[in-house]
Nanobody
């Protein structure tokens, strides 16, 4: 059973940084894809960044150059370093995982079966 737990959210002012962490278990596979998604109030969930076991990454355009996704296969942890945060980055951030695909195919949440419960990020101007 795959289990994901996010942490690291908080309330910060615009321009500051946060680092999200997702501790995971049960991903005993040679290949898998993991990602970060976010959902703002009254908006649909959107893909922020994905990474596969080989280290290939994809970012949504609005975070390119500001956010970095990394995967630590030894510590079973997924990270999202968020720099120069903007009020538009506010939302609940979710960690997701899928082992049925060998590499990540994009930022669609329909590709992912396993989800954490999320951690709130609030950025004030």
């Amino acid at each position: 059973q795959v289990h994901l737990v996010e942490s690291g959210g908080g309330s910060v002012q615009a321009g500051r940084s946060l680092r999200l962490r997702c501790d995971f278990s049960g991903l005993h596979y040679s290949a898998y894809c993991m990602g970060w998604f976010r959902q703002a109030p009254q908006k649909e969930r959107e893909g922020v960044a994905t990474i596969d076991r080989g280290g290939a990454t994809t970012y949504t355009s609005s975070v390119e150059g500001r956010f970095t996704i990394t995967l630590d296969g030894v510590r079973n942890a997924l990270y999202l370093q968020m720099n120069n945060l903007e009020p538009e980055d506010t939302g609940k951030y979710y960690c997701a995982a899928e082992y049925r695909i060998p590499t990540c195919r994009g930022l669609s949440d329909t590709d992912f079966t396993y989800w954490g419960r999320g951690t709130q990020v609030t950025v004030s101007s």
